[in-house]
């Protein structure tokens, strides 16, 4: 099937996880490759969720896992009982 | 270079030999080492509070949150039944924490689990000529991690949700599912538009050809 470019961006994001039947990945791969304008988008997105992903993008407080585990030990001491 | 069915089958492999380990600590536990709560836990102490975050958008209260969480998930961890794994049970636990935390503070009746939220919505990616990858070594610049940062803010509670879930935290779609109450279909929607508008917010910044990558920092960073 012919896809218009449209198509292609509404399956962005199911073709980032894999997860379009294999016609849709070759009918979505045959417009990529006559169309930068949708490769830029897929590109882009791809790339973009990679930076979101990274450690380093959410940081988390310094000493949150010792506050953490002080709380946690702190309601374990005082409630007595296990799990 | 493995081919997907063997990174498939050495991943379940892992996740077989992760649950069968938890299942050991979990029965120590509930017989009387409570201690190895403290082991259980510490994977996933990192991702229950940016799953936090993800929703409250407050650094205290995420960690606040995530305080919570492993107390109730250490108070009920009898109930837990070994279905889903446990960091799916400790992460949907969390996040109700913090769902009920972004309802206090904002007095809002907000449904996670709705299905014709925002039905209106312009979900079209911002178009591009093309597009020089960005390496994940200009995250060292604080300018970009706080650019993503906004984008992320922007999005609906449930959009940053499925999108801390799926793209920081890598869960599948299913576990996704599971943690947040949402069927699979309302995930992938809520993640489709997640991902868009984060392209439609950060690619037309962070484009060369466009403003140009390096000097949209460079004024950024200089305040201007």
Redesign the interface.
């Known amino acids: 099937m012919k896809l218009d470019c449209k198509h292609v961006w509404a399956q962005v994001s199911d073709y980032i996880d894999g997860s379009v039947s294999p016609e849709m990945k070759a009918d979505i791969e045959r417009h990529l490759a006559n169309c930068r304008y949708c490769s830029a988008v897929l590109d882009s997105t791809r790339n973009i969720l990679v930076l979101v992903g990274d450690e380093r993008t959410f940081e988390v407080p310094v000493g949150f896992g010792e506050r953490l585990h002080g709380r946690l030990q702190e309601w374990m001491d005082s409630s007595g009982t296990g799990g | 270079m493995k081919s997907?069915a063997e990174k498939d089958a050495k991943q379940s492999a892992l996740a077989a030999e992760t649950a069968a380990r938890e299942a050991e600590l979990?029965a120590r536990?509930?017989a009387?080492?409570?201690?190895l709560?403290?082991e259980l836990?510490?994977p996933y102490?990192?991702g229950l509070?940016?799953a936090a975050?993800a929703i409250v958008q407050h650094?205290a209260d995420a960690?606040d949150v995530?305080?919570e969480a492993?107390?109730k998930a250490?108070?009920g961890?009898?109930s837990f039944r070994g279905d889903a794994r446990f960091s799916t049970w400790l992460m949907a636990i969390t996040l109700n924490e913090a769902r009920s935390r972004w309802r206090q503070a904002k007095g809002e009746q907000l449904d996670f689990l709705s299905d014709c939220e925002e039905s209106a919505g312009d979900y079209?990616?911002?178009?591009?000529?093309?597009?020089r990858?960005?390496p994940?070594e200009?995250?060292?610049r604080k300018e970009?991690?706080q650019a993503?940062?906004e984008a992320?803010a922007k999005l609906s509670p449930e959009h940053r949700e499925a999108?801390i879930l799926r793209?920081?935290r890598?869960m599948s779609?299913a576990e996704t599912a599971e943690a947040t109450g949402a069927n699979e279909g309302l995930v992938?929607v809520r993640?489709?538009r997640a991902?868009?508008s984060?392209?439609k917010l950060?690619?037309p910044k962070?484009?060369p050809k466009q403003r140009g990558f390096m000097g949209w920092l460079t004024r950024k960073a200089g305040g201007q």
């Open positions: 997907a979990i536990i509930l009387g080492e409570r201690e709560f403290h836990i510490r102490e990192r509070y940016v975050y650094e960690e995530a305080q492993v107390i250490y108070k961890l009898k079209t990616p911002s178009v591009l000529a093309d597009w990858y960005i994940s200009q995250l060292e970009l991690r993503l940062q992320m999108l793209d920081v890598g779609i992938k993640l489709f991902r868009i984060m392209q950060l690619a962070l484009a």
